[in-house]
């Protein structure tokens, strides 16, 4: 059970642990990266709050151990925003009231902000389908998907 | 929930994950996806000694149709099928099943052949499998062996894979023209497993008799179950409302479900006779559209 070194890139910065095999990944981003934006809920791959894209992809972090991430690109809440500006995903958030007590936020983000780069001109359906595996205890779906429309609208507005 | 400790090896061809599985056998266990193993593990029902991660495999990730049939890689996740032009434009069966598996963050991880390989009676791609008479490609030891999926499950959470076999690709029969499939799935909410579902594959001759058929049916027993006589009554005849109420109530008696949260074996088998009567429907329309 010997631990290994694993490097990977969070945020665009290049990053290294020395991990033992079971280290679950979203331990490592809370634990040893300190990035805890990231967040552990049901702990059961069912509810999305640990949501990090792995090479630009959603999963959840808490279903894959750390060291299958050694060399890939990760992205976590901290990530989206850039030099200062927020992403228009965290924008849609702020602006539509996307979030009551916050805690699935950071995953719906990530979730939203993959979904939009890879869908550009969404419906109102397949926002609610790409979200179906983040959980929002507060129910709070309505604003999350206005939020996420918001977001649709400012990336378009702005390519 | 910390998984138990293991020792953990990435080999990187198919050649070296084999050579792994002899040396440690029914000790090790692939990870591909690891959508079912990693909970597994955190409850302590799998504590395997080693893992074996074949996510380092490389060429084992592909969607291609070659030498009459469409074959999946080990490592095709379940988000390439819906992504794939191929798969959407003339497999919507393999779209309706992948679609209701998990959600979408965990099918960006979870891979076909692992659906199958885990032998989960639960599991959705085994009763599409079955409709569309799959074969898989299993490589050990001894060699390289194709398995049919009707062969493939042998009893709850068991398969044909010996512990030094590795599955390494799904062979789906091209279907011919006036084919037609469709899986359809009763499910509580999103990610949960399946109440029931039926998964159905028709090939409708120019006269317009039914030549070929299959039906499979999920969390309907201990196994994912082939329901060949609902599949005799369909085949060599022209599919009318009395033909598909006969294969329904077949189904629905080749059924074995379980009473559980779900709901009571009585209801289970009634929705599988409904479900049955749905999904041939479904598979007849976009049949007349494949011709």
């Known amino acids: ?159 | 929930m910390i998984p138990p400790g293991f020792e953990y090896y990435a080999p990187t061809s198919v050649n070296e994950a084999t050579a792994l599985l002899k040396q440690h056998g029914a000790d090790a266990k692939i990870l591909s996806g690891g959508m079912s193993l990693i909970p597994l593990m955190k409850l302590r029902l799998a504590t395997p000694r080693y893992i074996i991660d074949i996510n380092r495999i490389p060429d084992l990730d592909y969607i291609r149709e070659a030498n009459g049939f469409l074959k999946i890689g080990a490592l095709t996740r379940e988000s390439d099928l819906e992504r794939s032009e191929l798969v959407r434009s003339r497999y919507p069966i393999l779209i309706d099943t992948t679609s209701t598996i998990a959600d979408p963050l965990v099918r960006n991880m979870a891979t076909v052949a692992g659906n199958l390989a885990h032998g989960d009676p639960a599991n959705d791609h085994p009763a599409t499998m079955l409709a569309l008479e799959a074969q898989v490609v299993v490589v050990g030891p001894k060699g390289e062996r194709r398995i049919p999926v009707s062969n493939f499950f042998t009893g709850i959470l068991s398969t044909a894979l010996s512990p030094d076999e590795l599955l390494t690709e799904i062979l789906i029969p091209i279907p011919p023209a006036g084919s037609g499939g469709a899986y359809i799935k009763m499910e509580r909410k999103v990610g949960d497993f399946a109440t029931a579902a039926v998964a159905a594959q028709l090939t409708i001759g120019a006269g317009g008799a039914c030549e070929r058929v299959g039906i499979g049916l999920t969390n309907a027993g201990p196994t994912p179950i082939k329901a060949k006589k609902a599949e005799d009554v369909l085949r060599g005849k022209k599919i009318n409302d009395e033909v598909i109420r006969q294969a329904a109530q077949l189904a629905s008696e080749e059924s074995d479900p379980k009473s559980d949260l779900r709901g009571s074996a009585e209801y289970k088998r009634d929705l599988i006779r409904v479900l049955t009567a749905r999904v041939i429907r479904r598979a007849l329309e976009r049949a007349a559209k494949g011709r």
């Open chain 1, 1 to 159: 059970m010997a631990n290994r070194k694993i490097h990977v890139k969070v945020n665009g910065t290049p990053m290294e642990a020395d991990v033992e095999p079971r280290l679950l990944l979203v331990h490592c981003i809370r634990d040893t990266f300190q990035l805890t934006g990231t967040h552990i809920g049901c702990d059961t791959s069912h509810c999305g709050a640990c949501t990090v894209l792995l090479d630009g992809r959603p999963i959840k972090s808490c279903t894959l151990f750390a060291i299958q991430a050694d060399g890939r690109v990760i992205t976590t809440v901290e990530g989206l925003e850039q030099n200062g500006t927020l992403h228009p995903v965290q924008e849609g958030f702020c602006q539509e009231h996307g979030l009551q007590c916050g805690f699935c936020t950071p995953g719906m983000m990530l979730t939203a902000a993959a979904f939009l780069k890879e869908n550009p001109k969404p419906t109102e359906d397949s926002i609610r389908t790409a979200i179906s595996g983040n959980l929002c205890r507060c129910t709070g779906y309505v604003n999350i998907v206005k939020a996420i429309q918001y977001a649709a609208a400012k990336l378009a507005a702005g390519a």
